[in-house]
């Protein structure tokens, strides 16, 4: 972490280089901001040594010092209102050197992530870039009024509304999960902890996380297994321009073996509220669909027009998964990620012979977690038995139609159960 266009007041480079600041029109140094109780000022980006500076000083980080990965922060400092170097430089003009000559300096195969930054300058230079301000241990802002300051509610909105960028101009950066128990230093309740975790898994950008770890209990560590890895693709915002904040949000799910579609279904109020959405309005092709909600663990049946949330409570995204209906046994979904099964399943084969079905699940994620694999198992048709790499493993019936396998993921595993059509 850097914050390179600033010079700290109390900084060997502010005393040697008082002639790098920017200065306004009455010659004064430009204030950048305060830094944990330090003025830092603005450096002046078209100034030669300056650029010079910058180049080394990250030359040497990433060559000497080994630094793959680069976080420049409160990067708008250079592109403040001042009297510069070079007059005939605009102000993002003027960034966009700076942030060159930091590429310059770190080449092109470290990772640079930008950060407090005016977004258009810095396209084709960084790798990542944060797109809202820091999310917060509180949900709504301090200052309630001023939707720029920290907290989660101002961190989702931001990041919504430019989820389009990500993978176009950049990796988004949404900030930090926080899945922690509540405590002292983290005042969100645990449907806001979900929908930090369900929105930033399903806006598939960089995932990070600022808790301290070895202190979270096994309970709350689980969500973050549940959003790692990202998948690296973006779920769409359905209803951007209809509401300040967007409350649907849509990931398609594309295999050679299968589609599915995963919505997260945001009550932003401070109510809980009945909430109803029609398959028109995310607009999947006409059909039946099994309706899995993700959170609550719960099989909400076949729909082809609308799905109820009935007790859609505060601040709570309702993460729900619809697959195809299908005449013959399917798999459902998996629980081990939010994006339920875009990550895990590493491929999955069925196998029909006569009035028998075999569908081989093959699950491939990092560490350690336990999960359910659920398969839909229509009129007609039972299951008969289950294997997790080859040893018997028992299927429960959690609704009519669906069963589900218990498993504890390391790294990879091969799930099979045999259907067979009743007679």
Not at 257 to 280: K, P, Q, S, Y
């Amino acid at each position: 972490w850097t914050a390179p266009f600033g010079a700290a007041t109390d900084s060997r480079l502010f005393a040697e280089h008082l002639d790098w600041v920017l200065r306004d029109e009455a010659g004064e140094p430009v204030m950048g901001w305060t830094h944990w109780g330090v003025d830092c000022y603005a450096l002046d980006c078209t100034h030669p040594q300056v650029l010079d500076w910058l180049k080394h000083t990250f030359w040497r980080m990433r060559s000497e010092w080994g630094v793959v990965f680069f976080k420049i922060d409160f990067i708008f400092a250079a592109a403040l209102p001042g009297r510069r170097h070079d007059s005939t430089v605009t102000r993002a003009q003027a960034l966009r050197r700076g942030v060159e000559a930091i590429r310059a300096g770190i080449g092109d195969d470290a990772f640079l992530l930008g950060c407090g930054a005016p977004l258009g300058p810095c396209v084709g230079l960084v790798d990542g870039m944060r797109v809202g301000p820091d999310v917060d241990p509180n949900w709504h802002p301090i200052w309630s009024h001023d939707l720029s300051m920290p907290s989660t509610e101002s961190g989702l909105r931001n990041s919504l509304a430019r989820a389009a960028f990500h993978g176009r101009l950049w990796a988004n950066d949404p900030d930090c999960l926080l899945v922690r128990q509540r405590g002292p230093d983290l005042d969100l309740v645990l449907n806001e902890m979900r929908t930090l975790t369900a929105l930033v898994a399903l806006m598939g950008g960089m995932t990070l996380d600022s808790d301290h770890l070895p202190k979270i209990r096994p309970g709350r560590l689980k969500y973050l297994r549940q959003a790692l890895p990202p998948t690296g693709v973006a779920a769409r915002p359905l209803d951007l321009f209809e509401h300040e904040m967007a409350r649907l949000l849509l990931l398609p799910v594309v295999r050679d073996w299968g589609r599915w579609w995963v919505a997260g279904v945001t009550n932003w109020g401070d109510r809980t509220t009945e909430t109803t959405i029609r398959l028109a309005d995310l607009d999947l092709p006409p059909g039946r669909y099994h309706v899995y909600h993700y959170w609550r663990r719960r099989y909400l049946g076949v729909a082809d027009n609308a799905v109820t949330i009935p007790r859609h409570q505060p601040h709570e995204t309702a993460v729900l998964l619809f697959k195809p209906v299908s005449d013959r046994p399917d798999l459902l979904t998996t629980t081990f990620h939010v994006c339920q099964g875009a990550v895990e399943i590493a491929d999955c084969k069925f196998e029909v012979a006569d009035s028998r079905l075999q569908i081989a699940v093959a699950l491939q994620k990092a560490g350690r977690q336990f999960g359910e694999v659920l398969f839909a198992v229509p009129e007609g048709w039972r299951a008969v038995e289950a294997r997790v790499d080859g040893v018997k493993r028992p299927l429960v019936q959690i609704a009519t139609g669906v069963v589900a396998l218990g498993l504890t993921l390391v790294g990879q595993a091969e799930v099979e159960v045999h259907f067979e059509e009743k007679k």
